[in-house]
């Protein structure tokens, strides 16, 4: 059961999405959910002769805290507004937000990020990675273009017999069960027994949960990369949500994304619910 969730709260400006859809899915799931906003230092470029002025210093910190104050409020609106029980965190990001958030999330259930928006601050898939490699818990990434709330109508489930594809497949049931038509896909680049196997049984278990299951096989040439298949299948079959196991490697000492993860998080328009 999903029971209690976290939202990293965006301070940018439009980015309620992905507290409202947060909010959400704790509807959806009646569970609590807490909203964490990160407040940044102010990062005031210096003059030619090497001093800041404390004013502006001053002034871009205030713009911060307003930002966050913004951020809250909207939560609270979202959430008084669905009837959810909920509650603000305002937390200073000075000792990293990604690791910070990564540690919290590790005391709920569920985490809950937004995609990094090309063109702005990286520290949003700082946080979703520290979110997925680091709290043991299973992320839901939601699209910066998201517009809705939760949907599961058509949720497709990306099965190649892995770990982190079963973990996520686990994490995910309370919200398979409520789905319309769940679709396990399995990609392989030719036609192969033990592919199809693979995909049969995990259809076959979740149907014992009694899902409505269909397993779809797609077969890729040697031109298309397993993500740019999963995104196409994705889009032509009107997918609403995806679960599939997030992959990384270390790289001094951190984990970060693996290719199909990253292009899949770089490259997704339907929010995306990942384990490792």
Aim: net charge negative; charged share 20%; hydrophobic share 45%.
């Amino acid at each position: 059961m999903i029971k209690d969730i976290v939202v990293n709260l965006s301070v940018r400006e439009g980015g309620s999405r992905v507290g409202d859809y947060a909010v959400s899915v704790a509807s959806a799931l009646e569970a609590h959910i807490t909203g964490i906003v990160f407040v940044y230092d102010a990062t005031v470029p210096a003059s030619g002769m090497g001093y800041i002025p404390t004013e502006k210093i001053d002034a871009e910190q205030a713009d911060r805290e307003a930002a966050a104050k913004a951020a809250i409020d909207r939560f609270a609106e979202a959430t008084s507004r669905a009837g959810v029980s909920a509650e603000p965190l305002r937390l200073s990001a000075n000792a990293g937000a990604g690791d910070q958030f990564g540690r919290i999330a590790r005391r709920f259930d569920l985490a809950i990020v937004g995609q990094a928006e090309p063109g702005t601050s990286p520290i949003e898939e700082v946080i979703a990675e520290s979110a997925l490699f680091g709290s043991g818990r299973p992320v839901i990434m939601v699209p910066y273009i998201q517009k809705g709330p939760i949907k599961l109508d058509n949720v497709m489930v990306c099965w190649d017999g892995s770990r982190p594809a079963t973990r996520a497949i686990a994490d995910a049931m309370p919200l398979l069960e409520k789905a319309g038509c769940v679709e396990v896909v399995v990609v392989a680049n030719e036609r192969g027994k033990q592919d199809e196997i693979a995909g049969v049984d995990m259809g076959q278990h979740l149907a014992r949960h009694g899902l409505k299951v269909e397993v779809k096989r797609i077969i890729t040439g040697g031109d298309i990369d397993v993500a740019d298949a999963l995104l196409s299948h994705a889009a032509d079959s009107g997918v609403d949500f995806i679960v599939m196991g997030g992959y990384g490697h270390s790289r001094m000492r951190e984990f970060v994304f693996g290719g199909v993860t990253h292009s899949i998080l770089h490259s997704m328009t339907v929010p995306v619910l990942m384990s490792h």
